[in-house]
């Protein structure tokens, strides 16, 4: 189930680095994913973030089926086959939510948009096929945490366009943890799965401040 958040604010001291990677970084802290969660804009403005999203994280294989190929410790890729399975349904979700809202709401500017978003998914690609151990997963963990930030964008697009949002099978930040804790303990990748965290965040980040600027430029067109 999605958390808040206040939260995810608190895992930071729990969670060490990963943790307040998550708080500081995270989308959660974004002001235009909070105003889309609280269903404050237009429903277009809502159906902009569902597609984008699709776009990013709509296909198969996606960064945690990636980064599962690059696995090495059994819990790793246990935690992996479990959050794989698990986005299964975030993404047919996700291509439903897109089907029920039609074609993408006018926007300036709309070649550029579509490139920008082309390359922050080839960028996503990469990162999850690293062959640096520990930067897949990494990337895989931060968008199963970030993800509990964006979950209630999309429930809120769901509602709004009738929907009934499916619960959320990832899993819970608390086993997320363990996971992290062990593999920078036993493998010492805290470093590389830092990196993959911080650069997923930043993808997720830029989204944001891109999907923010689309509905400004509708807003005026």
């Known amino acids: 189930m999605p958390f808040g958040s206040g939260q995810i604010a608190q895992l930071g001291t729990a969670w060490g680095a990963m943790g307040a990677l998550t708080a500081s ?110 930067c897949a997963t990494g990337a895989a963990v931060a968008l199963a945490l970030d993800w509990a930030g964006i979950r209630p964008v999309l429930d809120a697009a769901g509602v709004r366009l009738g929907l009934t949002p499916p619960v959320s099978e990832l899993p819970l930040p608390e086993e997320t943890v363990t996971v992290v804790n062990t593999l920078a303990r036993e493998m010492n990748v805290e470093r590389a799965m830092l990196f993959g965290a911080q650069q997923m965040f930043a993808q997720h980040r830029a989204l944001l401040d891109l999907l923010e600027a689309r509905a400004g430029a509708r807003a005026h067109h």
């Open 25 to 134: 970084d995270g989308s959660v802290a974004h002001p235009w994913l909070q105003r889309l969660a609280r269903s404050q804009e237009p429903l277009r403005d809502l159906a902009d973030a569902a597609h984008y999203l699709c776009l990013l994280h709509g296909r198969h294989p996606g960064v945690i089926d990636h980064a599962l190929e690059h696995a090495h410790l059994q819990l790793e890729r246990d935690w992996l086959e479990v959050a794989a399975e698990a986005f299964v349904a975030e993404r047919a979700y996700l291509v439903r939510l897109v089907a029920a809202a039609g074609p993408l709401p006018s926007t300036p500017g709309q070649a550029e948009t579509e490139a920008a978003a082309v390359a922050q998914r080839h960028a996503l690609d990469m990162l999850a096929q690293s062959d640096r151990t520990g």
